[in-house]
């Protein structure tokens, strides 16, 4: 739950040189993240577009290999379905799920098989929404499929 997580991300992220924070998603926008640099701190900003738990995953480590990869004077902003951005999409993915443990998933298992989803999900220890989002994305499940298991949630910023 993100009262878990969400404390020790800042901690985590502000340990490394990164400002992490939330903005309000901007309206008619599908504006999910963003980075840029003041002085020596990065700023990773994350509009927790969707409230879906995969989506602000793979957008959190498409900012971090921004901060990564490049130049230090850039500000990215990432918008869901860019197509310019494949290279820190690739990246993400490959944090979340490398494409050996993706691979050997699917050749493996039903990606449309709960069970299988769950128990390695479980195996390579992520949350099993990581795992759907990507095989949605991928087109290797319908997106009608497990919805169930990709929660909404809401981060709530006491210190703001």
């Keep these: 739950p993100p009262e878990t997580f969400y404390p020790r991300m800042l901690t985590l992220c502000a340990s490394c040189g990164v400002a992490l924070v939330l903005v309000t998603c901007l309206p008619k926008t599908c504006i999910a993240g963003a980075t840029l640099r003041r002085d020596d701190k990065a ?88 795992l759907i989002g990507r095989l949605k994305r991928d087109k290797k499940i319908p997106y009608t499929l497990f919805h169930d298991l990709q929660p909404s949630f809401e981060i709530v910023n006491h210190s703001a």
């Design 43 to 130: 700023i990773l900003a994350l509009s927790v577009r969707g409230k879906k738990a995969d989506i602000f995953w793979f957008t959190f480590f498409h900012e971090i290999a921004h901060i990564l990869h490049h130049s230090r004077k850039e500000l990215h902003i990432h918008s869901e379905g860019e197509l310019d951005e494949a290279e820190e999409d690739e990246r993400a993915s490959e944090y979340l799920i490398t494409s050996k443990q993706y691979e050997e998933f699917l050749a493996s298992y039903s990606a449309d098989d709960r069970t299988a989803v769950l128990a390695y999900s479980s195996r390579i220890g992520i949350a099993p929404s990581i």
